[in-house]
């Protein structure tokens, strides 16, 4: 298994429940603030987003980037955590 960072352990470590946007492996402060701006304050309201999109990572990194200000790593690592979420809890 490829190495998980301690965030992304820690988001995978139980359900989504009402965690902040900010606790989506790969959302900087920068990141979460145009999110919540956006109405994605809730990582599940994001996650929401991922699955409208079919789980399409590539999709979803090309969305974050260019409607929400990402880095491309930002996206990469946040479309990551979300897909590893689903396929740990769906």
Not at 44 to 49: D, E, F, H, V
Request: charged share 25%.
């Amino acid at each position: 298994m490829e190495h998980m960072s301690p965030r992304l352990r820690a988001f995978l470590s139980e359900p989504i429940g009402e965690k902040d946007v900010a606790w989506v492996d790969g959302i900087s402060r920068e990141l979460a603030i145009n999110l919540v701006t956006k109405g994605f304050n809730k990582a599940y309201i994001l996650l929401g987003q991922f699955l409208l999109m079919h789980k399409d990572e590539v999709e979803f990194q090309k969305w974050l980037i260019c409607c929400c200000g990402a880095t491309e790593c930002e996206a990469q690592e946040s479309s990551h955590c979300l897909k590893e979420w689903c396929s740990c809890f769906l």
